[in-house]
Nanobody
Framework: QVQLVERGGGLVQPGGSLRLSCAASGIIFSITAMGWYRQAPGKQRELVADITAAGSTDYAGSVKGRFTISRDNAKNTVYLQMNSLKSEDTAVYYC????????WGQGTQVTVSS
């Protein structure tokens, strides 16, 4: 069956960095677009970044210039490098297949706080 497993969340101070990873199995990863979403308490889930099978990327305005999405097809893994983190980046981060959002990971908590 399909599994998406996120890793890399944690507690970081404002201005710090974290790198999330999402390992996929059960799908043909190399031809699958992927996305990172986040959901903060009391807010709707939002798309943070996505990457096509060919490697084209797109970002939410709130993270553009700070976050970078990338993929390693040899490892069936998509990454989210998060720099210059702000308190408003605090959320549970999920990876999902795109564009249908059929499959989701379990989420990883990112907390930005001093």
């Amino acid at each position: 069956q399909v599994q998406l497993v996120e890793r890399g969340g944690g507690l970081v101070q404002p201005g710090g960095s974290l790198r999330l990873s999402c390992a996929a199995s059960g799908i043909i990863f190399s031809i699958t677009a992927m996305g990172w979403y986040r959901q903060a308490p009391g807010k709707q889930r939002e798309l943070v970044a996505d990457i096509t099978a060919a490697g084209s990327t797109d970002y939410a305005g709130s993270v553009k210039g700070r976050f970078t999405i990338s993929r390693d097809n040899a490892k069936n893994t998509v990454y989210l490098q998060m720099n210059s983190l702000k308190s408003e980046d605090t959320a549970v981060y999920y990876c999902a297949t795109r564009p249908s959002n059929t499959y989701w990971g379990q989420g990883t908590q990112v907390t930005v706080s001093s």
